[in-house]
């Protein structure tokens, strides 16, 4: 009786953290998603000075460009600083952010305070990472980022949906900030009051920490990395985490592109009027979730933590249905059960990276920093695709557009398999990670 108590106490407390790391990265997305709600509103008001379709659009890439940016600062940040105090910083600035842009009264105001809020959002995700890593044991990554990495996709619809809402009820773009700040700022004082950095702080053992760690080594210690050179020269000296980029770089670059031209393709393919295409459009992301739950179950319980062979036949599945996009559609129902395949295979696999793979492979002390390189590669890689996806589209249709997406799926199970043939398949990997005890 007196075994399990302390572990029925940490039970206790890990629902406690991945609870209010769920709903307050999911927060967040009320001080990202409002921009493109209120993107006609700010036209309207703000045309006759210039800001048009082209300036929102330029403000959104500078935000990216910052987010990327932030990623790779703040993952660093993260680790030294700990997760909770990192995924806190990072709502605090972003309500701050928010309030500047919504007193803004021109497009400078608005691409500084744009630029400053994508930053600081960067700080979310490695703090999220960050405190993970310190609650949950080695032998459950997969599950519990599968789980945390819906709260994205699930900020994403309750954002929109909240804030679609307030814009209905009459409240203007300058209301809709200002209340969207408002209970990102709730959200905020309750995750104070609700997170620990780790189970030390309430005086619960340390869960287990990933045998396969770049940072696991007889003399690692808990706590902060000891220098900067210490936390970095281990991630550039591996080439498990170098071909985690090329992975990252890959899989981010299908993810974007489809997130983003899925509506249209379904207009001008399946010939769907604009508001069915963007409905429909959500089975990509409805697949995509039972994609990242099921991923994280079986890399977990069935593959000894292995995630290489699921990149593999993910990676190698969305050649032929990639393939068969670049063919004509005859009606709408093959194009709503292709997009619908794409999210069943690729999205399980893309969540891996800045959340299981990055636990696998920064540990307690490295995790944050991990996932802020994985990300920052990732942006390149979609940004990348964002716009050659267009580019083909527009001159040449969504034939080639399509034939290019699987020629990158090709090379990325390529580099998957490489991943799981040179690092996966090692005995001290095979050993490191046991199944489910």
Known sequence: ????????????????????????????????????????????????????????????????????????????????????????????????????????????????????????????????????????????YGRIMGLLSLSYLVGDIAAKLVLGHLLALGVGWRG??????????????????????SPAEVGLPVPAASPVSLFASPEAVAGPPASLGSLLRPYFRSPAFLLMLVLSFGLTALREAFSFWVPTYLVEAAHLSESAASQYSALYSVFGMVSILGAGYLSDAWL????????????????????????????SLGPLLLISLVGLLLLGPYSFLAGAMSLDFGGQQGAATAS????????????????????????????????????????????????????????????????EE
């Open 372 to 435: 802020g390189f994985v990300d920052a590669v990732g942006y390149v890689g979609g940004t990348g695709a964002l716009w050659l996806t267009g580019v083909l589209a527009q001159r040449q249709g969504w034939g080639h557009a399509f034939w290019a997406l699987a020629g990158l799926a090709g090379a990325t199970a390529g580099a998957a398999l490489v991943f799981y043939r040179t690092q996966e398949r090692r005995p001290a990997f095979a050993a490191g990670v046991p199944a």
């Open 1 to 140: 009786m007196l075994a399990t108590q302390p572990r029925t106490t940490l039970q206790r407390w890990q629902l406690r953290t991945a609870a209010s790391l769920f709903v307050g990265y999911s927060a967040y997305y009320l001080c990202r998603s409002n921009l493109a709600v209120v993107a006609p509103l700010l036209i309207r008001e703000f045309g006759s000075r210039g800001l048009n379709k082209e300036v929102l659009g330029q403000i959104a890439s500078v935000g990216v460009l910052f987010y990327a940016a932030g990623k790779v600062v703040n993952g660093v940040l993260g680790d030294f600083l700990g997760g909770k105090k990192a995924f806190l910083l990072g709502m605090v600035g972003a309500v701050a952010a928010t309030v500047v842009f919504g007193l803004g009264q021109g497009a400078g105001v608005f691409f500084a305070a744009w630029a400053a809020n994508r930053l600081v959002q960067s700080m979310g995700w490695a703090g999220l990472v960050k405190t993970t890593a310190n609650w949950f044991s080695y032998r459950a």
């Open 176 to 197: 809709l900030f200002m209340t969207a700040a408002a209970l990102l700022a709730g959200v905020a004082l309750a995750n104070w009051l609700s997170l620990r950095g």
């Open 304 to 331: 000894r933590g292995q995630r290489g062979p699921l990149i593999v036949a993910a990676c190698l599945g969305l050649v032929p249905v990639l393939l068969a996009m670049t063919r004509p559609a005859t009606g």
